[in-house]
């Protein structure tokens, strides 16, 4: 652990204060998506939109390094694909009315397979591993600065609709009938997640996201009383548990993006096997 | 289509017609999810303060009219009218109670929290004004359950989840209210009571209930309103064994706590 913290406060080394900071700093927008998300039930949604910005990372990188188009970064080429897809996700959850299931999860898989054809047509070779399950090479100063960014749009958007959004996160048939924009809500949510998606993508990777995005809503929602202290809750066990799992991963020499998932789900268990054994106790000795 | 509106056996008085605008004025409407009609030349009056079950077997349409009057749905042909406006015109009208075991059970929701949510329209940021969360406890005061305003909306039972949704409803200080099922999933007590609160909020309010139980509603309610693809209105002391069989088919029995449903069709006409 000293190790670590020697190498944390090295001012030669500044990759693992970026890692770390980057990790606290997603950690805010994931708690507050991440509560609407769950209790609204579209966590399924954000699976297609995760994964189908896997397209805008291959066309980011096509783009780089077959025309030298430099300032389209996969960072940006994830954000328009992610927003592109959640834009299609909500109008195909209000216009199609039969098989809607089917066709999200086939927007999830041809959204990846964009992808893949992109990464083929890259000159070199990429590897789209480090993009589908994180990997904290890919964080610079850069990363950081829009980190904070994307933080206050969200955060800001998150507060003012509070009282809308958590109106329609609990029915939405009355939200509509109290003239509650509804359509408007859903298209903003999903992105909002997809952005979020995107600020965590090179610490867990876009396929691991969603349990980051669920597990510490999952863990908070067994303390909490209310959507507000969820999301606070939320935050604060997201930002535990990256940090936890970053220094996991860094004394096993592991990827950190599955260290954090697995230490998200340990702490789930954990937090689960408590209540369990404390119902139990409770039903014995009443 | 008949209309028989009778004021004299009725324990509270009807306007009568022309008195004022009414509630509810359905004209000439069809409506259809893809392509045979599931409502069909409906045309309806229900007035104010007018206490209203809207009954028929399942998939005769019930809910449908009842979405059509609070605007989720448009109809085809034909115009619906709510207090002389539009459905979704006119939203600060309606009250509207869905059935409470739809709704999401783990959502994290105080039961203050859940009528507030009935202001909710042009509300910002996170915190609701004094006088909203005054409103707000009087509604609860109205259902009876100003006591349980801090208890986390999950922990009630069925009857006082439905009572929460009521006052929700009523939190906005609608002109009419409109039930879907109000007394699935309870028991008998909380049945009771429940409608014994309908009638009493009746008094100033217009209320509309779908409802498949016939035997429970027609001890409270003025009018019936039967659903088979056509609409027919009846005050509830005409409402004999005939139309109910007409309605429902033939192998039914007038009796309380339920009917045997049908799928058959049987029109009015």
Same mark, same amino acid.
């Given at each position: 652990?000293?190790?670590?913290?020697?190498?944390?406060?090295?001012?030669?080394?500044?990759?693992?204060?970026?890692?770390?900071?980057?990790?606290?700093?997603?950690?805010?927008?994931?708690?507050?998506?991440?509560?609407? *998300?769950?209790?609204?039930?579209?966590?399924?949604?954000?699976?297609?939109? !995760?994964?189908? *910005?896997?397209?805008? *990372?291959?066309?980011?990188?096509?783009?780089?390094?077959?025309?030298?188009?430099?300032?389209?970064?996969?960072?940006?080429?994830?954000?328009?694909?992610?927003?592109? !897809?959640?834009?299609?996700?909500?109008?195909?959850?209000?216009?199609?009315?039969?098989?809607?299931?089917?066709?999200?999860?086939?927007?999830?898989?041809?959204?990846?397979?964009?992808?893949?054809?992109?990464?083929?047509?890259?000159?070199?070779?990429?590897?789209?591993?480090?993009?589908?399950?994180?990997?904290?090479?890919?964080?610079?100063?850069?990363?950081?600065?829009?980190?904070?960014?994307?933080?206050?749009?969200?955060?800001?958007?998150?507060?003012?609709?509070?009282?809308?959004?958590?109106?329609?996160?609990?029915?939405?048939?009355?939200?509509?009938?109290?003239?509650?924009?509804?359509?408007?809500?859903?298209?903003?949510?999903?992105?909002?997640?997809?952005?979020?998606?995107?600020?965590?993508?090179?610490?867990?990777?876009?396929?691991?996201?969603?349990?980051?995005?669920?597990?510490?809503?999952?863990?908070?929602?067994?303390?909490?009383?209310?959507?507000?202290?969820?999301?606070?809750?939320?935050?604060?066990?997201?930002?535990?548990?990256?940090?936890?799992?970053?220094?996991?991963?860094?004394?096993?020499?592991?990827?950190?993006?599955?260290?954090?998932?697995?230490?998200?789900?340990?702490?789930?268990?954990?937090?689960?096997?408590?209540?369990?054994?404390?119902?139990?106790?409770?039903?014995?000795?009443? | 289509?008949?209309? &028989?509106?009778?004021?004299?056996?009725?324990?509270?008085?009807? /306007?009568?017609?022309?008195?004022?605008?009414?509630?509810?004025?359905?004209?000439?409407?069809?409506?259809?999810?893809?392509?045979?009609?599931?409502?069909?030349?409906?045309?309806?009056?229900?007035?104010?303060?007018?206490? +209203?079950?809207?009954?028929? /077997?399942?998939?005769?349409?019930?809910?449908?009219?009842?979405?059509?009057?609070?605007?989720?749905?448009?109809?085809?042909?034909?115009?619906?009218? =709510?207090?002389?406006?539009?459905?979704?015109?006119?939203?600060? #009208?309606?009250?509207?109670?869905?059935?409470?075991?739809?709704?999401?059970?783990?959502? /994290?929701?105080? +039961?203050?929290?859940?009528?507030?949510?009935?202001?909710? $329209?042009?509300?910002?940021?996170? &915190?609701?004004?004094?006088?909203?969360?005054?409103?707000? &406890?009087?509604?609860?005061?109205?259902?009876?359950?100003?006591?349980?305003?801090?208890?986390?909306?999950?922990?009630?039972?069925?009857?006082? &989840?439905?009572?929460?949704?009521?006052?929700?409803?009523?939190?906005?200080? /609608?002109?009419?209210?409109?039930?879907?099922?109000?007394?699935? $999933?309870?028991?008998?007590?909380?049945?009771?009571?429940?409608?014994?609160?309908?009638?009493?909020?009746? #008094?100033?309010?217009?209320?509309?209930?779908?409802?498949?139980?016939?035997?429970?509603?027609?001890?409270?309610?003025?009018?019936?309103?039967?659903?088979?693809?056509? +609409?027919?209105?009846?005050?509830?002391?005409?409402?004999?064994?005939?139309? =109910? %069989?007409?309605?429902?088919?033939? $192998?039914?029995?007038?009796?309380?706590?339920?009917? =045997?449903?049908?799928?058959? %069709? $049987?029109?009015?006409?």
């Amino acid at each position: 652990m000293n190790e670590l913290w020697h190498t944390f406060i090295d001012p030669n080394f500044p990759f693992l204060r970026y890692v770390f900071v980057s990790g606290i700093l997603a950690s805010i927008s994931f708690g507050i998506v991440g509560s609407y *998300v769950v209790t609204k039930n579209m966590v399924s949604l954000v699976g297609a939109i !995760s994964h189908s *910005v896997l397209a805008g *990372v291959g066309l980011a990188l096509f783009l780089q390094h077959r025309y030298q188009i430099g300032f389209i970064t996969p960072f940006y080429g994830a954000l328009f694909a992610g927003i592109l !897809s959640a834009i299609i996700i909500s109008l195909v959850s209000k216009y199609i009315t039969g098989r809607q299931d089917a066709v999200i999860g086939a927007i999830w898989a041809v959204g990846m397979a964009i992808g893949m054809v992109f990464l083929a047509y890259t000159p070199g070779y990429v590897d789209p591993m480090s993009y589908l399950f994180g990997s904290t090479m890919l964080i610079t100063k850069n990363e950081i600065k829009n980190l904070i960014f994307l933080d206050i749009i969200i955060l800001a958007i998150a507060f003012v609709y509070y009282p809308q959004f958590w109106a329609y996160c609990f029915d939405e048939e009355f939200a509509r009938v109290r003239n509650v924009p509804v359509m408007f809500l859903n298209m903003l949510l999903l992105i909002m997640s997809a952005v979020t998606v995107v600020m965590m993508m090179p610490m867990v990777g876009i396929i691991l996201v969603l349990a980051q995005l669920s597990l510490p809503v999952l863990i908070a929602e067994q303390f909490v009383s209310r959507l507000s202290l969820l999301m606070l809750g939320s935050i604060i066990l997201c930002m535990l548990t990256s940090t936890i799992g970053l220094m996991g991963s860094y004394k096993l020499d592991l990827p950190a993006g599955p260290v954090i998932v697995l230490t998200s789900m340990s702490i789930y268990i954990l937090v689960y096997l408590f209540k369990l054994i404390k119902k139990t106790i409770n039903k014995i000795s009443p | 289509m008949t209309e &028989r509106i009778t004021t004299s056996n009725s324990s509270t008085t009807l /306007p009568k017609k022309g008195d004022t605008i009414p509630a509810v004025c359905i004209r000439d409407m069809y409506f259809t999810y893809q392509k045979e009609y599931i409502l069909e030349n409906v045309n309806l009056d229900i007035f104010a303060r007018e206490f +209203v079950s809207i009954i028929g /077997p399942n998939g005769s349409g019930k809910t449908t009219l009842l979405k059509l009057m609070l605007g989720l749905l448009q109809p085809q042909k034909g115009n619906i009218l =709510i207090f002389g406006e539009k459905p979704e015109r006119n939203r600060d #009208r309606i009250g509207y109670v869905p059935q409470y075991f739809q709704l999401d059970m783990s959502f /994290p929701a105080t +039961v203050l929290e859940v009528v507030l949510m009935g202001l909710v $329209h042009k509300q910002q940021w996170l &915190r609701f004004s004094a006088s909203a969360r005054e409103k707000a &406890r009087d509604a609860l005061d109205i259902v009876g359950l100003g006591s349980l305003s801090k208890e986390m909306f999950c922990n009630l039972s069925g009857g006082q &989840r439905q009572r929460v949704l009521i006052a929700r409803a009523l939190v906005s200080q /609608p002109k009419i209210l409109l039930f879907d099922e109000p007394t699935a $999933h309870v028991d008998t007590v909380a049945e009771k009571n429940l409608m014994d609160l309908l009638k009493q909020i009746s #008094r100033e309010l217009t209320v509309i209930l779908v409802s498949h139980d016939l035997g429970v509603v027609s001890e409270y309610v003025d009018t019936v309103v039967c659903v088979n693809r056509t +609409v027919q209105k009846h005050p509830t002391n005409e409402l004999t064994g005939a139309i =109910i %069989r007409e309605l429902y088919g033939s $192998h039914i029995e007038l009796v309380h706590h339920g009917f =045997i449903h049908t799928q058959e %069709r $049987h029109n009015h006409e």
